[in-house]
């Protein structure tokens, strides 16, 4: 009897003291492993300065691990597509764009689709910095309005 309860003893440490050894299932892995979404709503008047328009948009944003993924659709730009971002926000305008997104359009080329597949970002310490303290925006751009017709602010606290 006090062998099979020594015998479980040992196969529970062989397997798991080389879990707790191994720097890839550390505490800080294996929270970073969970994954976490929000959806952000698209408009114009969120845009520093606001743009007048009736263009919308809701994407779905999720991190897990160290990839930012991207999703969702938008309607109604005033004029076709140019690009689609997501920027470093200073003083409440985008300034700098950190990635870009790609989107599959509607025949109008004035909506589209965003695709998880083709919209995964890799984070890096310092955009996950710049994620958690709310520093990011994330803009669709028309041939109209280039410097955004719309976008949000993505809200802080990954």
Known sequence: MMY??????CLALFLIVP???CPAFSAGNLLRAQS?????ILAG????????TPATGS??????????????????LKAPYM?????????????????????????????????????????????RELLNNGELSIRISSTQHKLGEIGAKIPGEW
């Not at 008047?45 to 007048?52: E, G, I, R, T």
């Open 36 to 40: 976490k979404s929000t959806v952000v």
């Open 59 to 76: 994407l779905t944003l999720t991190v897990r691990d160290d990839t930012l993924t991207v999703k969702g659709t938008f309607s109604d």
């Open 45 to 52: 008047y969120k845009l520093n300065p606001s743009v007048p």
């Open 83 to 127: 690009t689609g971002g997501i920027y470093f926000v200073q003083e409440r305008r985008a300034v700098n764009q950190l990635f870009r997104i790609d989107a599959d359009l509607n025949e109008t080329q004035t909506g589209g689709k965003l695709v998880a597949r083709k919209n995964r970002f890799p984070l890096s310490e310092a955009h």
């Open 19 to 21: 879990l707790l050894l």
């Open 4 to 9: 099979r309860h020594t015998a479980r003893f």
